[in-house]
């Protein structure tokens, strides 16, 4: 389990986090999700020992990362892909980090195959690898240890759609065998489909933390309609929050039955009128991490943001 408590890091007079918490439970994946400079690495680093909180914790299995005895036997982590040796083979690369952990060489082939690395690239040189093969070999760096956490920043960066798929995959299974999975993007489709629980951050705050049903059920109703202007204004005097879509639809805090009655009660022509399901979420993710500014608790939507619930 990983516990974030009332974490804060400031550098100078920017604050980067401020005051966050949040849990990711044993057996689940979190998607950590924010924009650029939401605040992500900085608490992934903090969590991992790199660097210093100004105030608040980070704790893996109920220690910081730095007293755990072997921490790379405990806790897998990728934060920088690219933050790999050029001049050394994959392979090379895996062997040295089996001997700093104290594993047997064997363990080598094992990751490389559970990554899909195969020989002729695990005895390539670093520098010559894609951004995709340097997650995967960032990835199989973080399996060594058999660890049962995985703290990974920004994963799927540079990985083709099969390769996203792929590690899905992978980290369904892992958190499936009691694992516990943390994971950040700036992208929401990205972690979508594999994260159990969200934790949205815009501004170094926390702007959303619940389960991805919870958010998804609380996203409201997708709205199309032949001229979406008036039946938004009706809607909106009717007390119903409207939040327009990139596409020329809107999500209304209301059931489909209370949109339905207001089109008919003006004639408006509806094209479409579904739960917004991943729209919502989107739209969520959009408004909460341009617009944060307070923090929330756990398991709910920061209230003081107008957003489609
Ligand atoms: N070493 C540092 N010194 C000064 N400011 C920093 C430092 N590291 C991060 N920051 C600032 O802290 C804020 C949060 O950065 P952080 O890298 O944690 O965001 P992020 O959500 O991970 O974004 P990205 O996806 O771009 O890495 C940013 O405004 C960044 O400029």
Not at 116 to 144: E, I, P, T
Not at 151 to 175: Q, S, T, Y
Not at 302 to 307: A, G, I, L, Q, T
Request: charged share 20%; glycine share 12%; with cysteine.
């Amino acid at each position: 389990m990983i516990e974030i408590e009332n974490l804060t890091k400031r550098y100078g007079t920017q604050t980067a986090v401020a005051d966050v918490s949040f849990r990711c439970e044993t057996g689940t994946v979190t998607g950590f999700l924010g924009p650029n400079g939401a605040g992500k690495s900085t608490t992934m680093r903090i969590l991992c020992g790199l660097t210093p909180a100004t105030g608040g914790r980070a704790l893996i299995d109920g220690t910081p990362y730095r007293n755990l005895p072997n921490p790379g036997r405990a806790v897998g982590v990728l934060l920088d892909a690219s933050a790999q040796h050029a001049g050394r083979t994959g392979r090379e690369v895996l062997t040295l980090g089996t001997m700093v952990l104290g594993l047997p060489r064997e363990r080598v082939t094992q990751v490389l195959d559970l990554v899909g690395l195969d020989k002729k690239a695990a005895d390539k040189r670093v520098g010559n690898y894609s951004l995709g093969m340097r997650q995967r070999l960032g990835l199989a760096h973080a399996l060594l240890g058999n660890p049962s956490t995985l703290v990974l920043d920004e994963p799927a960066n540079g990985l083709d759609p099969e390769g996203i798929f792929w590690m899905r995959g992978l980290l369904r299974e892992f958190a499936d065998r009691g694992g516990t999975v943390l994971l950040s993007s700036h992208l929401l489709h990205e972690i979508e489909a594999v994260a159990d629980h969200l934790v949205m951050i815009g501004n170094g705050r926390i702007a959303a933390d619940g389960s991805k049903q919870e958010l998804l059920a609380g996203a409201g109703t997708l709205v199309r309609a032949l001229e979406p202007e008036p039946l938004a204004d009706a809607l909106r005097r009717a007390g119903v929050t409207i939040t327009p879509t990139a596409d020329g639809a809107f999500l209304a805090d209301a059931e489909a039955l209370v949109i339905g009655r207001a089109a008919a009660a003006i004639g408006a022509v509806l094209t479409e009128l579904r739960a917004a399901d991943g729209a919502g979420l989107e739209a969520l993710f959009l408004q909460l991490t341009a617009t944060a500014s307070t923090s929330a608790p756990a398991g709910a939507i920061n209230p003081s943001m107008e957003v489609a619930r």
